[in-house]
Each structure stands twice: as C-alpha cells, then as structure tokens.
C-alpha cells in the first residue's frame, strides 16, 4: 500500500513528453516584452494575450475588472549640501516627498537598539527595503529611510498591509518616504559622515490610489467531482519581469494547455488565476479572490498551487519547497520523481500570494527552481524574507529580461507542476499529510511549554494534539489501502481537517481577515508564552499576558478537538 502523496497518474509521463520549449519561451517573449505595472497598458495587453490564448485551449474564462489600492514609484534622489545628485529608487508605498532636508544617521542593519538616535533624521540603512524594516523605522520616529544595496537596485514594497486596507489597518500605511541607491553611493555618504554631521535633501514622487486593476480566472471542469485545484501566479511586474513573472505565466498556460487536452480523464476541476496588484498592491488581486470567493474557496478547493519565477538562468537547485505541512510529503514527492533531486518541505513564509489559509486551503510552491546555495547580501535578505535564498541577482530589476531565461529550466519547472496538478486533479485520495501537520503543533506546543516553565500550563492544548497525532496514526493504513467506495468520505474529511488545522497555524485567528505581511510563526497566539519568562509574575503586564494566553489556549484546544472529532468519526467502520 502506498501513501497518498505517493500517488502517480498514467498520464504524467505522456503529458510530460509533450511540454513545448516552443510554446513556453513564445508566451515568455510575448508577455516579457511589455512593461507591467499594477493597471498600466503593458499589463492588460498581456492580460488581453493571456484571456486569448486559455480561450483558444478551450477553457471558460472569466475577467473582471477591480479596483484596488495600488502604489507605482516614479522618482527618487538625494542632493547632497555640495549640490550634487544621487539618483535612487522609491519603492511602492513610500509616501512622496518634494524636499525633505535633514540630518543623516547610519543605523547599520536597523537593529532596534540603533533606531532611537534617527528620531528626527533621515536613517541610512544598509540592505534592501521591506516591510517590518519599514515599519520600525517609522515607529522610531525617523522623516526618512536611505536604504544602501550592493551592485543593483531592486524595487520592493513597504507596506505591511496584505491586500486592500481596512479601516482597522489604514493607520499602517507609511508616512515615511523611503529610498533605495547603490551601495558605492552609500559609502559616499559614510566617508562623508566620518568626516562630520552631514545634512541631505530626499526626493520621493510615489503615486498611491484606487485604481482599477485586471483579474483573470480560466476553468476546466472535473469529469466526477466539483472540487477544484487552484493554480495561480501573477501579471504585473517590475520592468519587463521575463522571469518575476513572464515565465510563470508561461508555465501555467503550458499546463492549461496539456491538461485541457485530456480534460475528460480530469477527476477535479482546476481555476488558473492570473493576478494583478501583486508588486503594487501587496498581493491585492489574491486578497480580493480570497475576500469575494470565500465560500466556495472553503467548500470546494482541494490545494493552492502558486507559480513563481520559473526558468531562471542558473536555477537547477530544487533543495527547498514552500509548503503548508499537510502538503509537504506531497511536494517533496513529485520533486523527487520530476528533477530526480531529494527536497525538503518548508514552512510558508508570509508571502507569494498565499493569500487562502483563512479559507483553510492547503498550499504548495512560491518559487521552485532557485540558484545553488550562494552567499550574497540578496541572498542572505531573501533567506530572511521569504525562507528563500536562490533568487539571481535580476529579480525585481530592470535587468529581469528574456536572456535571463533558460529554456531547459523552464521545460523542467513547468513538468513539476504538470504532475503536481495531475495528482491533485486525479488522485483517488487527496495527497494530504495531516499526519506531518499534528506532528508540527505537538512540536511547537512542547517548545513553548519549555520556554513559558510553570509560568503556564500547556497540558491541555498538549494532550489535545497528541490525541490527534494518535488518531491520524491509526487512520494512516485506511487513507493507504482505501478502495474507490470509500475515498469520497476520506476526501470529505480529509478537507474539513484542512479547514482547521490550516488557520490553526498559519493565521492570527481571524479567518476572514488578512494578517499582516509580516512573518507569523505556528500557534501565533500562543507565542506570548515566550515572553513570560521575562516579565514580573506580580505585575499587570504578566497578568495580562496570562489571560489572553488562556484564551489563545482555548482556541488551540477547540480546533484540535474539533479535528479530532472529525478524524474520530473517519475511523468508524
């Protein structure tokens, strides 16, 4: 007998033989020859090209238009008191600024201890712009961020909202504009400040507003069931994005094509989504699907399979996966089998548009292929980031063009997902290890209980998802062995499991909101734990913390005996 996730579909090897190098780098050139912002003419002809190209495939295809918060960067730079210039880059969500002069702090990496002498100033930081940097900075009270890179400059953007804000997160769009400039400038200007207080005068135009935005989905029906695969990637880019993200979108018009050909041996449906508003918007398109598809999200969608940069010159590393943990055997599986390469499953960072956990869907992929292990300041930023570190030194650049691209990688990205969504689409018995995913909780509920001591009681959460590891056990050899009569019972239940133990561990609780774009750690809840070893048992503040950790404890608890339950009652003959 053999797992789910170790289902292989007849038709993977066929289907494999007929990706077209072809047609991949011809949708990479038509659609990486149109610059891409958020809403621009470049990107609804891509759309436009897009919408023809599923259609001609056969698959129904639905484009709407929406209104989105959308940020596009337009100028940036630095005058120095000698009346010379340097030239930057703003990034998405900087406010604008005409003349902004004051004095300049260096901070380093902005560690929190070095924020507090920048109030007033303008700080110099050293490496890229990001959203929890951007935040602090503000929070110290700085009129301005400097941001110093290395050899390219790489748009990013600031906000920590996810999607449209809401009036409970509008407070959290920046007041400060920010910067990006290359890093022999930014040694200027710290020879400059070694020599004494130096005063500089910061330019920013950003425009930031409503706007209306595309959105794409093609479908593909299921031959016997109205459940639904959901792959999806984004439009909009920096520049000309051939990579970040001409070739996703190459890849998931390759794999519409080849599956629509066989569409009648299709189990599952599948809903190839094309975003908009992912490098202006903070994944705006996603959020909104998210927001508007809600119920049927919940209800019918097995799995999201995200596309994100493929065929990338040099990406032969497959080492490291972007997963939730319920889908990380399955991942690591069809890797394995396609490259040949043994990779490991790894929790989601807050990014790549995974944009559904509130909805409990499973997920699987952000970037695939990246470049081998490497030891570069973007590499070393993306690790922190994104729990990526294989990035090439063109992403979110101007240099991001069609000779970035490697045909022979594409071909292999592009296979990867092909027989991911053949397994998702057709296996008898979803691919779904809640098993690895209990695991993960008890794990993290023993280290929070070491950390938090007698100061709190974890017991009850603890035994709650042992009792659930202990379930899952048992019910392994009936996922394994299941015969054809039983597997829509087994699916059923398998999908209610991912509906809470999902935003169990990957949300702050509330599923029809969208947490912060900041990372966000399992149990978020209860990681209060770890601070009670530092605080005063008699004080307000330790009192406190204790009552809202019994409340997070108890919503561990339900959701964990809920899943039991619903494990409990797949185990009945």
Known sequence: MTAP???????????????SSARLMAHVRTIGALERESGSPGEAQAFDYIERTLASYGLAVDRQEIEAYISLPQEARLTLPDGSVIEGLTHSFSTSVEALDAEVVDVGDARPENLTRAAGKIALVRGLASPGRAWAL????????????????????????????APETAWRIPQTPCLSI???????????????????????????GWMPI?????????????RFLLLSGHVDSWHYGAMDNGTANATMLEVARLLASRRDALRRGIRVAFWSGHSHGRY??????????????????????????TGARGATDYSVLHTTEDTAAFAESVVADVTGQRARGRRFSRAGDQSFWGAGVPSAFMSLSGLPKQDTELSRAMERLVGSAGFPWWWHTKDDTVDKIDDEVLVLDTKVYLASALRWLNAPVLPLDHGRAARSVVAELEALQATAGARFDLTPALEAARGLVERLERLAPALAGAPP???????????RLSRVLVP??????????????????????????????????????????????VRERNRAVHALDSAASMVDELLQP
């Not at 009270?141 to 953007?157: A, P, T």
């Not at 290359?182 to 930031?208: F, I, N, Q």
């Not at 398109?285 to 598809?293: E, L, M, P, Q, R």
């Open 284 to 309: 705006a398109g996603s959020a909104w699907y998210a927001d508007h598809a809600w119920r049927e999200l919940h209800q019918r969608c097995v799995v999201h399979l995200n596309v994100d940069s």
């Open 182 to 208: 290359l890093g022999s400038d930014g040694e200027r200007l710290r020879a400059l400040l070694a020599r004494g207080p130096l005063r500089l005068r910061m330019t920013t135009r950003v425009r930031t």
């Open 504 to 549: 169990l561990t990957y949300t702050s609780g509330d599923r029809f909101t969208h947490d912060l774009a900041l990372p966000i750690p399992p149990l978020a809840g209860l990681q209060r734990a770890r601070e009670l070893a530092g605080i005063e048992p008699s004080t307000d503040a330790f009192k406190f913390a204790r009552a809202a950790l």
């Open 214 to 226: 595309p959105h794409l989905v093609g479908e593909l029906a299921g031959s016997r069931e109205d």
């Open 138 to 165: 503000q929070q110290a009270g700085v009129l301005g961020h400097v941001h110093v890179l290395m050899d390219h400059l790489h748009n990013m953007i600031v906000t920590t909202i996810w999607g449209t804000p």
């Open 485 to 495: 009569s039983g597997a829509e019972a087994l699916n059923r239940g398998l999908m």
């Open 5 to 19: 996730w170790e289902y292989r579909d007849p038709l993977e090897s066929k289907l494999a033989a007929e990706v």
